[in-house]
T-cell receptor
Framework: DAGITQSPRYKITETGRQVTLMCHQT?????MFWYRQDLGHGLRLIYY???????DKGEVPDGYVVSRSKTENFPLTLESATRSQTSVYFC?????????FGPGTRLTVL | GQNIDQPTEMTATEGAIVQINCTYQ??????LFWYQQHAGEAPTFLSY??LDGLEEKGRFSSFLSRSKGYSYLLLKELQMKDSASYLC??????????WGAGTKLIIKP
């Protein structure tokens, strides 16, 4: 299907475990982004990528790692999950002004 | 620091008009965006302003004043499906989006 997808949609994990959230887009957009959304906060940028093999930190990168070996994929890894990383994670892509968002992953860290 | 302010919650009546305000202080300005987000869903794009003035798109309009660091989103002929959160975001000098916390709009019949 065309568009932007995320997996899994829901994930429960334990403190200290490694978790990878997947993001895939079919538009061949150059830019891709990872945000987290928490109550009372706006969307906060974790990492972004301008093209394959080019990534950069956003506002809240600590505890997260990204890679982008292919244009269409932009996985986000939590190396050692903490309770403060419980959140809804959105991936987005952009080929111009507008950003298109995936459906989100709701992550709970126990 | 960078800051985007918008009201936390607003209530309006079906069929009426509502204006959601957004004020911003950012390092640089490269456009202002409005997104709609229904509960449990992803944000979807509504409008983009980079020059001063009003942009109209159907029942929705967005206004920008760069000198005042101010924007508003105007929703006309409100429908129950317009119940959602409305997110204001400014693209800064690094071309990154800085987001407000969102305004939850409640529509009453």
């Amino acid at each position: 299907d065309a568009g932007i997808t995320q997996s899994p949609r829901y994930k429960i994990t334990e403190t200290g475990r490694q978790v990878t959230l997947m993001c895939h887009q079919t538009w061949s957009h150059s830019y891709m982004f990872w945000y987290r959304q928490d109550l009372g906060h706006g969307l906060r940028l974790i990492y972004y990528s301008a093209a394959a093999d080019i990534t950069d930190k956003g506002e809240v990168p600590d505890g997260y790692v990204v890679s982008r070996s292919k244009t269409e994929n932009f996985p986000l890894t939590l190396e050692s999950a903490t309770r403060s990383q419980t959140s809804v994670y959105f991936c987005a892509s952009s080929g111009g002004n507008e950003q298109f968002f995936g459906p989100g992953t709701r992550l709970t860290v126990l | 620091g960078q800051n985007i302010d918008q009201p936390t919650e607003m209530t309006a009546t079906e069929g009426a008009i509502v204006q959601i305000n957004c004020t911003y202080q950012t390092s640089g300005f490269n456009g202002l965006f409005w997104y709609q987000q229904h509960a449990g869903e992803a944000p979807t794009f509504l409008s983009y302003n980079v020059l001063d003035g009003l942009e109209e798109k159907g029942r929705f309009s967005s206004f920008l004043s760069r000198s005042k660091g101010y924007s508003y989103l105007l929703l006309k002929e409100l429908q129950m499906k317009d119940s959602a959160s409305y997110l204001c975001a400014v693209r800064d000098s690094n071309y990154q989006l800085i987001w407000g916390a969102g305004t939850k709009l409640i529509i009453k019949p």
